[in-house]
C-alpha cells in the first residue's frame, strides 16, 4: 500500500493502490511520522495508479502539512485527472503543489529546488 525511500536527498513516498477511507488515517501518520523524520528533505508523493478520491484528498492533507512546515513538496502521477483533481484543490495559501506526470521528473526537480 506504501513505501518510502530516499532519493538524492528528497522524501520519496510511494502509495502503491488505493488507501480507502480506512487506510486513510494509518496513511497520514505514517506519511506525517516520515515527513517529521527527514525535514527539511523535500517530499515526493508518487501515485502508481489512478487515485480515488479519497486517496487524493490524503495528498491534499499531506500538502498542508508539508506547507505548513515550509517543505517543499511535488505529486507524481501518470493520470491526468488525478493531476487536474491535485491541481484545482490545492491549497495556494503555503508553500506551492508542483504536480509532474512521472516521478523520475519530480524527484529531480526537488533535488534542483533545494540544491
Known amino acids: 500500500m506504501f513505501s518510502h525511500s530516499l532519493e538524492q536527498g528528497v522524501l520519496v513516498l510511494t ?8 487506510g486513510r488515517a494509518p496513511l497520514l501518520t505514517r506519511i506525517g511520522d516520515l515527513v517529521h523524520a ?3 528533505a523535500p517530499v515526493v508523493v508518487v501515485l502508481e ?9 490524503s495528498v491534499l492533507q499531506v500538502h498542508r502539512m508539508c506547507s505548513q ?8 502521477s501518470h493520470s491526468a485527472p488525478v493531476r487536474r ?11 506551492r503543489m508542483v504536480i ?11 533535488f534542483t529546488a533545494v540544491a
Open 15 to 22: 502509495v502503491h493502490g488505493e488507501c480507502g477511507l480506512s
Open 38 to 40: 527527514y525535514k527539511p
Open 49 to 57: 495508479e489512478a487515485a480515488s478520491v479519497s486517496t487524493v484528498v
Open 69 to 76: 512546515l515550509g517543505i517543499l513538496m511535488s505529486v507524481a
Open 85 to 95: 483533481l491535485l491541481e484545482a484543490n490545492a491549497d495556494t495559501s503555503g508553500v
Open 100 to 110: 509532474h506526470a512521472r516521478a523520475d521528473t519530480a524527484i529531480a526537480a526537488a
